[in-house]
């Protein structure tokens, strides 16, 4: 028996639109893609809508828009879709009544409570096959059952390899409801069989339905496709991600700042690793050296500090150009081109002060010292702030010392003529702290907390030489008369 159709191969995605679009669904989308690319095949996206009571419109919209954000584009000729679920319930019906048709189901008319009693009498939990052999037909509240095979049902999966099922611990199922409608397990099958989907690649949580997803395949199609079923996402207690618990939502880490193909390289890495020891590989790499038969079976852990490392690393890959272009929603809250999908965040000044080519100059510094773009405000909020946002405990430590009041004096009174550069910035504190007895890191405080507002940010000097002399000494006046 073939296991898949002759011609072009084709994945698919299959998501709920029921939420925000969670990370672990963006790594199985990324497989499909990647394995598209790479067999010059097809990714069909699916937008599984048959839950009307939790599915609504910007769900699928928010679905498009963040694998558009990490590259898999609705443009691409190696996509296709949406498709919506909905749209093929005839054909779901169609496929249940063929079965029932060829003999390989029959309704049943037990109620759950029935089916409880018996169970409870005979000591063995869930349906008995009772209604196989009594050939009901159609009727108000009789649901269709598909009829399982005795022997075992064997899944060749592409990570897990050969895995069997017991087929006398798999009850006859249900395909249609006592109602008409149709289960997820025949919806979802004959929606690949309605798209001609080859592969099917997706979390491992679906392994336990792919024994009954085999016998309908088997049952309407005389093939299966390619499975594989990758390793579930876990936090760092080892537990599967939740919604409810984690941070899991794609749109989240987009919104703080994490750069699309930082997110891809990383989600790649989880299950899989590039061959040798650099993970941090472009995406190239990826579609080139990518395997199914090389993704591990443990679970991965989805690690929040490292995925902002890979970040790092990938913000300082950047020319300056692209950084600030990248920077422009977070520090004029206007979505740009360059930036990502959804609603920008917003800047914490006034639109009028921001000038770009003052944070140009300042960029460079910034840039090495951010691990997420959402960083990079309160790097430089300080040149686009009308004062200072002074932080109040940054503020007292640094003034503590008896010396700190008389030595920014000292400071000021020299900064207020002369060369105004990093350099002479630099060696007038210098020379403040020998005079002091206080070395150059200590007294650095005092006045970073002054022109800042806080103790950390990027270097003292190249900041005050792009603040300017008049603002510079405006603010620390003002640290002066606070600190008495």
């Not at 209604?131 to 037909?137: A, G, H, P, T, V």
Request: with cysteine; proline share 6%.
């Amino acid at each position: 028996m073939s296991n898949v159709v002759n011609g072009t191969p084709r994945y698919r995605f299959a998501p709920s639109p029921t939420g925000f679009f969670h990370v672990g669904g963006a790594r199985t989308a990324l497989y499909n893609w990647i394995l598209a690319l790479q067999t010059n095949g097809v990714f069909v996206l699916r937008i599984e809508d048959t839950d009307e009571s939790r599915n609504e419109p910007q769900w699928t919209q928010g679905i498009i828009d963040a694998l558009a954000w990490i590259g898999i584009n609705g443009n691409d000729p190696h996509f296709e879709g949406p498709y919506f679920q909905s749209a093929n319930a005839a054909a779901h019906v169609a496929a249940a009544h063929r079965l029932f048709e060829s003999g390989r189901a029959y309704y049943c008319d037990l109620t759950s409570e029935q089916i409880q009693e018996r169970a409870k009498a005979s000591g063995k939990p869930g349906y008995d096959g009772f209604s196989r052999d009594r050939n009901l037909e159609a009727g108000p509240g009789r649901v269709l059952r598909f009829r399982v095979p005795e022997g075992v049902t064997v899944v060749h999966d592409e990570v897990r390899g050969r895995v069997e099922f017991d087929n006398a611990t798999l009850e006859d199922f249900v395909l249609l409801r006592g109602n008409g409608s149709p289960i997820f397990n025949l919806a979802n099958v004959v929606d690949d069989l309605t798209m001609n989907i080859t592969h099917v690649v997706r979390a491992e949580e679906h392994l336990p339905n792919t024994p009954k997803q085999q016998m309908l395949w088997e049952a309407l199609a005389g093939r299966v496709p390619v499975w594989a079923h990758v390793p579930v996402l876990v936090n760092e207690q080892r537990k599967k991600l939740s919604k409810r618990r984690d941070k899991v939502a794609l749109e989240q880490y987009r919104d703080e700042g994490v750069l699309p193909e930082a997110m891809v390289n990383y989600l790649m890495t989880l299950g899989w690793a590039p061959p040798g020891d650099v993970e941090i590989v472009d995406f190239a790499t990826i579609v080139r050296e990518f395997k199914l038969s090389a993704v591990n079976h443990s679970s991965a852990f989805f690690d929040i500090k490292k995925l902002n490392s890979f970040n790092g690393d990938y913000i300082r890959k950047l020319s300056i150009d692209q950084f600030v272009a990248a920077c422009d929603p977070w520090l004029t809250g206007v979505r740009t081109a360059v930036a990502a999908v959804g609603d920008p965040p917003s800047a914490p000044w006034p639109a009028e002060r921001f000038d770009r080519s003052v944070f140009l100059r300042i960029a460079p510094h910034v840039q090495t010292r951010v691990a997420l773009l959402s960083e990079v405000p309160a790097m430089v909020d300080f040149l686009f702030l009308p004062d200072a946002p002074i932080d109040s405990v940054a503020f007292d430590k640094a003034f503590a010392a008896q010396w700190a009041v008389p030595a920014l004096r000292a400071i000021r009174d020299r900064i207020s003529v002369g060369e105004w550069g990093s350099d002479a910035l630099k060696a007038v504190v210098e020379a403040v702290g020998v005079e002091h007895g206080v070395k150059l890191g200590k007294l650095q405080a005092p006045l970073r907390v002054a022109t800042t507002g806080r103790s950390v940010g990027p270097p003292l000097f190249e900041s005050l030489e792009v603040l300017g002399r008049d603002e510079t000494l405006r603010r620390v006046d003002a640290a002066l008369t606070r600190a008495g």
